[in-house]
């Protein structure tokens, strides 16, 4: 018989019991449902709910059935439906009526509501484990490319010299962004919801303030119709992972162009790269592409619970039990990639004079041209303009700029000297950009030695 089914009159339909159980999937909460079980058995103790006696035993089970799950000695069963469910019944088989006693002044609505922002905060830690050894091993290789000239591009067009380490250090910064995203979420996760009951509270004396310290959250939560039917913590999580893959998804695509024939920046070690079944000279960045396919079915995972909280009235409505499946996904996507990214970065080669050398026909120090002339007292428009003819020029010609000679600089604009040459040498290109957040070396270094300081403290 259900732990519910004083009401009924009848079974439920076996079709009913498959279509309703959630044990498949949130069976992964045992942890997080004996733990905060055994702090409300505690309460419940300390208050006097229910005798001292009780609320020892009940302890003791739980403890007892924790350990046999994890060695791997308990079977769940979907007539029970959920993880509480199947606890509970557990429970009342091991120690008998005093285990029924455990579910006195709380539902479970409160029960979920507080498993999964206790397993959400524990899988935070995780992520941000993983994404600090990615933003290590980016940090690394940016200290032995400083000097790796590259072409920086817009719209897919080279634009402007930079360094390997500058792009590096970019996606840097977005991981200080996505751990960021990650310490909010579990900020917001961090508010106890156990004691608001179905939705209404409870008219037994609970101590929530007890349970709150026991389970090591920072707040209460103030509105029991709120902390039942609240999924924001969720989304929060989904939302910030969603945004991690995004970040590993535009560093994908440029690995596939990197690794192109087209390119030839980079050669991807042959443990992260797949052959052809029928052309045996292909080298296919495959994990790039899994990854950057999977940032899809994380944003599906986003969308899914989006579209399942959109129309709920409060408080607690059936269609949330499925928020489990698509955060577990969503968890175990970016906990998938993420040291497979992290793997295929820090093995591939970079073949820094194929670098070099796309950066000598892309006409990249058109810009530094232009600066030079400003700098001489040209209107930088006006300079725009001068350098806009001689790349004309030399498109026409097949050169680049600093094949110029000096006569020909000059037909253009009598204000060209010789110094001219080593101001768009692309040595100088890069490391004249020594502004706060640019290219240059002496800025580089700067940066690298914030990182290494962020991840002692981060």
Same mark, same amino acid.
């Given at each position: ?8 009159? +009848? ?17 992964? %909460?045992?942890? @997080? ?25 009940? @302890? ?24 509480? /469910?199947?606890?509970? !019944? ?12 455990? #579910? ?6 409160? @029960?979920?509501?507080?498993? =999964? ?10 992520? +941000? ?27 897919? @067009? ?8 500058? #792009? ?8 200080? $962004? ?6 909010? !979420? ?48 969720? %989304? ?8 991690? /893959?995004? #970040? ?12 192109? #024939? &087209? ?23 495959? =994990? ?11 944003? *599906? ?7 399942? /909280?959109? *129309? ?25 990639? %993420? ?20 950066? *000598? ?13 400003? +700098? ?11 350098? *806009? ?21 000059? &037909? ?5 000297? &010789? ?21 240059? $070396? ?9 990182? &290494? ?6």
């Amino acid at each position: 018989m259900k732990l519910w089914g004083g009401r009924f009159t +009848k079974s439920a339909d076996s079709q009913t019991d498959h279509f309703h159980s959630s044990i498949s999937f949130d069976s992964r %909460l045992y942890e @997080q449902d004996i733990k905060g079980s055994i702090a409300h058995a505690r309460m419940l103790g300390a208050t006097g709910i229910i005798p001292a006696e009780d609320s020892a035993r009940i @302890q003791d089970g739980l403890n007892e059935l924790l350990d046999d799950i994890r060695a791997g000695k308990v079977v769940f069963g979907e007539s029970a439906e959920d993880i509480h /469910m199947n606890i509970e !019944t557990l429970l009342i088989e091991r120690i008998g009526d005093a285990g029924k006693r455990l #579910h006195t002044g709380r539902s479970r609505n409160d @029960q979920i509501a507080l498993d =999964m922002r206790m397993y959400i905060i524990e899988e935070i830690e995780s992520i +941000k484990t993983l994404l600090r050894t990615l933003f290590s091993e980016l940090t690394d290789m940016a200290k032995v490319n400083i000097d790796t000239i590259m072409p920086g591009y817009t719209h897919l @067009q080279r634009a402007q010299p930079v360094t390997l380490a500058h #792009h590096l250090l970019a996606y840097t910064e977005m991981i200080k $962004r996505d751990i960021d995203r990650l310490n909010d !979420t579990a900020r917001r996760a961090k508010s106890m919801p156990l004691g608001s009951g179905a939705l209404a509270a409870s008219t037994y004396p609970l101590d929530r303030e007890l349970v709150r310290e026991a389970l090591g959250f920072n707040t209460i939560t103030l509105n029991s119709m709120d902390a039942v039917s609240d999924r924001d913590f969720c %989304l929060d999580l989904l939302c910030a992972l969603s945004i991690i /893959m995004m #970040h590993l998804s535009r560093f994908c695509e440029e690995i596939v162009l990197w690794s192109s #024939h &087209e390119f030839k920046f980079i050669e991807l070690d042959d443990a992260y790269a797949t052959g052809s079944s029928i052309m045996p000279q292909k080298k296919n960045p495959d =994990m790039a592409e899994l990854i950057r396919g999977k940032t899809g079915r994380v944003y *599906g995972d986003l969308m899914a619970l989006l579209t399942v /909280m959109k *129309g709920l009235p409060l408080a607690y409505n059936k269609d949330m039990q499925e928020d489990k499946e698509a955060v577990f996904d969503a968890i175990d996507t970016v906990k998938m990639c %993420l040291p497979v990214f992290t793997s295929m970065v820090s093995t591939m080669t970079v073949n820094k004079e194929n670098m070099l050398k796309a950066c *000598g026909s892309g006409f990249v120090n058109a810009t530094d041209a232009a600066d030079w002339l400003t +700098k001489k007292g040209v209107p930088f428009r006006d300079a725009h303009e001068i350098i *806009g003819k001689l790349v004309l020029y030399c498109l026409e010609k097949g050169v680049s700029i600093e094949a110029l000679s000096l006569k020909e600089l000059r &037909e253009v604009s009598p204000l060209f000297d &010789e110094s001219f040459y080593n101001a768009v040498s692309l040595s100088t290109c890069v490391n004249a950009r020594d502004v706060p957040g640019g290219p240059a $070396r002496v800025y580089t270094e700067k940066l690298i030695q914030w990182n &290494e300081a962020y991840l002692e403290d981060n």
